[in-house]
């Protein structure tokens, strides 16, 4: 599959999909939607894919957010179209079957911090800013933004983050447990490379069950939430990789995951 709006590399087990717009700051105009969607649905059905990184083209930005000029001319119908478009794509990526980075390696604000936060961890650069500001074109947050960041950061935050609408610094972002970790810009490739690494060589059917349990326990009273954590701690013992993994550890050796 080839894509206009983006780049698609592979680093042994590690996906790295770049939005590709430097011109416009990465903006997600409707054709981009449409890709990012498309390639989640490869990297969910690519076994030798087992982690995805996600990030933005050039130094300033991962993505200032949805399409503004595109925005601009839509009729309700569309708006609404244009919203679930970028929505679905997101909610592909918060329940994909493997775990995807978000690299925040410049602005993540409106559509970005939506995307960003659609992601199952993000690393951002020192120099990153993120934020929620369509209240200041009159828009409200439309892939997401308002519910995930409540879930993530509380009512306090995202309340102040999308009513004020300016962006935060990275470090604010840390301390709201928005981000999980902040690299110095020059680094960031690297540390966000090392951490997909490192959980591309962990066991994958493990790390899709914890991912089954976030999403569904997230979104599910505590009791149900309880016994669907059971179910797939059961299940994990039918793999071999679970066998191999604490064989590996009783034998004083490194495991080596075959995603079995
Ligand atoms: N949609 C469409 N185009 C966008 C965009 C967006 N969300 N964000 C940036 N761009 C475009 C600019 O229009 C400009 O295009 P041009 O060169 O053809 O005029 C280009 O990207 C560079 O942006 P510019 O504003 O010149 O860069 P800057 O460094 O001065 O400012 C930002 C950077 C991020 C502060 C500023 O671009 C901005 O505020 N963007 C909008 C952020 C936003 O409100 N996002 C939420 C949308 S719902």
């Not at 990030?55 to 930005?61: D, E, L, N, R």
């Amino acid at each position: 599959m080839s894509y206009s709006n983006l780049l698609i590399e592979d680093f042994g087990a590690v996906r790295k999909i770049t939005v590709n717009r430097p011109d416009k700051l990465n903006a997600l105009n409707s054709d981009t939607l449409r890709e990012l969607d498309e390639a989640f649905a490869e990297v969910a059905a690519d076994d030798s894919v087992r982690v995805a990184v996600l990030t933005g083209a050039g130094p300033k930005a991962f993505v200032a957010g949805a399409d503004i000029s595109e925005m601009n001319g839509l009729t309700p119908v569309e708006g609404r179209d244009f919203s679930k478009r970028g929505s679905d794509m997101m909610r592909r990526i918060e329940t994909l079957n493997k775990p995807v980075i978000a690299m925040v390696n410049g602005f993540a604000l409106g559509g970005g911090l939506e995307l960003a936060m659609s992601c199952h961890l993000r690393i951002a650069s020192d120099k990153a800013k993120i934020g929620q500001p369509e209240i200041k074109l009159g828009l409200v947050p439309g892939f997401g933004g308002s519910q995930r960041l409540l879930r993530l950061a509380g009512r306090a935050a995202c309340l102040e983050l999308c009513l004020v609408g300016d962006p935060i610094s990275a470090q604010r972002g840390y301390e709201l447990g928005v981000l999980n970790e902040i690299a110095a810009a020059e680094q960031l490739e690297e540390r966000t490379m090392a951490i997909a690494t490192q959980i591309a060589n962990s066991a994958p059917l493990a790390a899709r069950a914890i991912l089954d349990c976030v999403v569904v326990g997230g979104e599910s009273n505590m009791g149900d939430a309880l016994s669907y954590e059971s179910t797939q701690f059961g299940l994990i013992f039918s793999t071999e990789d679970m066998h191999e993994g604490t064989s590996a550890f009783l034998e004083k050796r490194a495991a080596v995951f075959k995603g079995k």
